[in-house]
């Protein structure tokens, strides 16, 4: 039989792994993508944070980071075991022996009942890490490092959120323990995705333009310009995948009077590279300040005001500080504006007198620092068009304080391509429809809690309780702002009709 084919608009991280999903499905998969190339990455490029928790047996499990070779080699058997040969899992609960599952990119999967004392063992016959154990962690917490090759996430074990004031003191307002994220650049996660891929799957400097869909529903059309020679190219397909971002041309076709909802408030935002002066006062300082960075999510929370910042592998800071403002102009299709040396100069005497001095440090000393505007969008009713469907954040935009926009497209993927094996290519809509009936309710819950996340955090009025100011707040209001209550905290993935 004719493989089915399907044409996905975006090579981001949401269609990059559409294409895994779909072509572990059976399908053929083009993807047409603006860029020339894959981003190498800088400074004003995005970072991926996203829970991708372990499953375990208990809620209170450790895990290890996450590494990956150069050129790592696993099969792609399926979008599922494609993200767990991304992540190495141990699951151990409080006490008793440890069982250990182990995914490498070896291709090697293991599954042992092992104690402590023999998992170095184990590891070390994969060749590819070196396990250290930490004595102080109450939950025998087990940390790895990797010995050749590059880190590419980090596992932060617990989400932290203070108050500052202008004296520059930090008290506790809520600890989220063992919540078992990870922090990735999303450069390397991108570059994984891609470099999985089989060859010429993607067609880079091509610029989506339009689709039509046939009389009989039966095939969709989509064109493209060639960005370096002009010339418009159709490809032709059963599926056209919106894997377009949030400002979606495809969802726009559909749904002309949706419009993006401002949050009220801007993103600064920045990397700060230390790997080649880890020794310098500025990264010390930042770690007396924040003793546990290295394994934690920071939440300072300011009058009005929040900032968020981690450490990534190789020694980079990421730093985000939201600011309260009216919304501004925006460039067409651009969710940022343009900073000037102006702007910066009073980001920075502004970040003296909100935050602690370590860390208003860091901000100025990040080179090019960026602003994003924060928009989400009321959930939708529908997630599918005749055969066209809606992935990502062209399906769901949603604010940052989730933590899951990266998550979210991945588990649209997974699940998308679930369906469509399922039922294959002759029964197309109960597919989409299947997948509609097992992300819209999840996604749709997500985007307003992270909606909710930042109106508290940002001290923004919410019908339904006062405003949250951190120097009043109560035990109660503290506890809301903890991360493992986002709907769905523990679901790594809902699948099809019984979720796991």
């Not at 493989?3 to 053929?28: E, P």
């Not at 588990?411 to 097992?438: H, I, R």
Request: hydrophobic residues 40%; glycine residues 6%; proline residues 4%.
């Amino acid at each position: 039989m004719k493989k089915q084919r399907a044409v996905v608009v975006g090579g981001s991280i949401a269609g990059i792994s559409c294409a895994h999903a779909l072509i572990t499905s059976g399908w053929d998969v083009t993807v047409i993508e603006k860029s020339s190339s894959p981003s190498t990455g800088s400074s004003a490029t995005g970072q991926g944070w996203d829970s991708t928790h372990s499953r375990g047996k208990s809620s209170n499990h450790g895990s290890t980071n996450l590494t990956y070779s150069a050129a790592p080699q696993f099969p792609l058997t399926s979008i599922r075991i494609m993200y767990f040969c991304i992540i190495v899992l141990f699951d151990h609960p409080l006490g008793g022996e440890e069982d250990f599952k182990v995914l490498a990119f070896t291709s090697v999967e293991v599954s042992k009942d092992v104690d402590a004392i023999k998992v170095e063992e184990l590891i070390g016959s994969l060749q590819t890490f070196e396990m250290k154990i930490d004595p102080q962690q109450k939950h025998k917490g087990i940390a790895l490092k990797e010995s050749k090759g590059i880190n590419a996430v980090l596992l932060l074990l617990f989400s932290h959120n203070q108050a500052t004031d202008k004296e520059k003191r930090n008290w506790a307002l809520s600890r989220d323990e063992y919540f078992n994220f990870r922090a990735a650049h999303w450069v390397i996660l991108h570059e994984m995705l891609y470099r999985a891929l089989p060859p010429n799957i993607i067609m880079w400097s091509h610029h989506f333009l339009s689709f039509s869909i046939s009389n009989d529903k039966s095939s969709v059309t989509a064109k493209a310009k060639n960005l370096q020679t002009d010339e418009i190219t159709e490809i032709v397909g059963d599926l056209l995948i919106a894997a377009d971002g949030c400002m979606s041309a495809i969802r726009q076709r559909f749904l002309p009077d949706l419009k993006l909802r401002y949050s009220g408030y801007c993103a600064w935002r920045g990397v700060i590279d230390f790997l080649d002066n880890e020794n310098c006062d500025t990264l010390i300082n930042l770690h007396n300040s924040y003793p546990e960075l290295r394994r934690c999510i920071y939440f300072d929370l300011g009058v009005g005001t929040h900032s968020v910042f981690y450490e990534l592998k190789n020694k980079r800071i990421n730093w985000i500080w939201y600011i309260n403002q009216p919304e501004p102009e925006l460039k067409a299709n651009s969710m940022t504006m343009k900073v000037s040396s102006a702007m910066i100069q009073k980001m920075h005497e502004d970040a003296e007198k909100v935050w602690v001095p370590a860390l208003a440090k860091v901000m100025k000393e990040t080179k090019e620092p960026f602003i994003n505007m924060i928009y989400d969008m009321d959930p939708l009713e529908q997630l599918y068009f005749d055969n066209v469907v809606l992935v990502g954040d062209a399906a769901h935009p949603t604010t940052p304080h989730g933590l899951r926009s990266t998550n979210m497209s991945i588990l649209d993927a997974e699940v998308l391509g679930k369906c469509l094996k399922q039922w294959g290519g002759n029964n197309l809509s109960l597919a989409l429809k299947q997948f509609q009936s097992a992300r819209l309710p999840i996604v749709s819950k997500q985007v307003l809690h992270s909606r909710r996340m930042g109106r508290i955090k940002q001290g923004l009025a919410l019908p339904d309780r006062r405003t949250f100011c951190p120097k009043t707040a109560t035990p109660e209001e503290c506890q809301e702002l903890q991360q493992r209550n986002m709907p769905f905290f523990s679901d790594t993935a809902a699948v099809l009709v019984n979720p796991t």
